[in-house]
């Protein structure tokens, strides 16, 4: 598995189907929240919530940190479940 710093973010790169060929390759993008809800319960260690955003290609990337620039969770006194999305549904 690699890992990417490209712009802001840490970018993994995976592959479909675990198949490690070029054509299969895809980006994922994670953010943590950084709402002060979720900043106290990172400084206590516990979860906090997330998104993780799927990029077919890396033209596509900043199209994705454009989005996650602005992002917060709905309610950072929950727990949410992570929430995953693909770069076309942004």
Same mark, same amino acid.
């Given at each position: !598995?690699e890992?990417?710093? !490209?712009g802001? =973010?840490y970018v993994?790169?995976c =592959?479909?189907?675990? +198949? ?16 002060? $809800?979720?900043?106290?319960?990172y400084?206590g260690r516990?979860?906090?919530n997330? +998104? /993780? +955003? /799927?990029?077919e290609?890396?033209?596509? +990337? ?6 996650? %620039?602005? $992002? ?6 929950? %727990?949410?479940?992570?929430?995953f !999305? ?5």
């Amino acid at each position: !598995m690699e890992v990417q710093k !490209m712009g802001k =973010y840490y970018v993994r790169v995976c =592959y479909r189907n675990g +198949i490690a060929k070029e054509e299969n390759k895809v980006f994922e993008v994670h953010k943590l929240c950084d709402c002060a $809800w979720c900043r106290e319960k990172y400084l206590g260690r516990t979860r906090v919530n997330k +998104i /993780t +955003i /799927t990029a077919e290609c890396e033209d596509e +990337i900043e199209k994705v940190e454009r989005f996650l %620039d602005g $992002w917060k969770c709905a309610n950072g006194e929950k %727990d949410l479940p992570i929430v995953f !999305m693909k770069a076309n549904q942004i």
